[in-house]
C-alpha cells in the first residue's frame, strides 16, 4: 500500500510513471487520436514528449526509492514537482479545452486525481505538512 511508507510511495509513483511513459510513447498516434476533439487537435509528437518526461521522471522517482538515507530534501522537490503537475492540469484543460475531447478532459482529470493522492502519500511519508521554501523543521 502506497500510503504505509515513503518508500512504498516513492516506488508505487515510480512504477505508475514508467507504466504511463510507456504507453504514451509506444501508443503515442492513438492516445493523440483519443484525446482530440477533431483530427490533428493533439499532435502524437506531444505524447511522445510527455512520455520521455514521464519515464525520467519515474527514474528520478526510482533513484529516490532506492536510496537507504531517504534524501528528505530530494523526496520533497520530486513531492513538490507532482504537486507543480496536480495544479498546471486544470489550467492545461482549461487552455486546450477546444483541442480536447471528453476523453481527453476525463483522463487528464484522472491523471491530476491520481498524482494528488500520490502527492498526500508521499507528504505522509515525508511526516511534513508541505511549508515555505526554505523553512526549516
Known amino acids: 500500500m502506497p500510503w504505509q511508507s515513503l518508500k512504498h510511495a516513492l516506488w508505487f509513483n515510480a512504477i505508475g510513471t514508467a507504466l504511463l511513459g ?4 509506444a501508443a503515442a498516434g492513438s492516445l493523440a487520436g483519443l484525446f482530440s476533439a477533431y483530427p490533428g487537435a493533439v499532435p502524437p509528437l506531444l ?3 510527455a512520455g520521455i518526461v514521464c519515464l525520467l ?3 528520478d522517482l ?48 484522472d491523471l491530476a486525481l ?3 493522492f500520490l502527492v498526500w502519500c508521499q507528504w505522509r511519508g515525508l511526516g511534513a505538512v ?3 521554501l526554505g523553512a526549516r523543521r
Open 114 to 116: 491520481i498524482t494528488a
Open 62 to 109: 526510482g533513484w529516490a526509492a532506492r536510496r537507504p538515507d531517504g534524501r528528505p530534501g530530494v523526496v520533497r522537490l520530486l513531492t513538490l514537482a507532482d504537486a507543480g503537475l496536480v495544479l498546471a492540469l486544470p489550467v492545461v484543460m482549461l487552455v486546450a479545452a477546444p483541442r480536447l475531447s471528453l476523453w481527453g478532459q476525463l483522463l487528464l482529470a
Open 22 to 25: 510507456v504507453v504514451l510513447i
Open 130 to 132: 508541505p511549508v515555505a
Open 57 to 59: 521522471f519515474a527514474v
Open 47 to 49: 505524447m511522445t514528449g
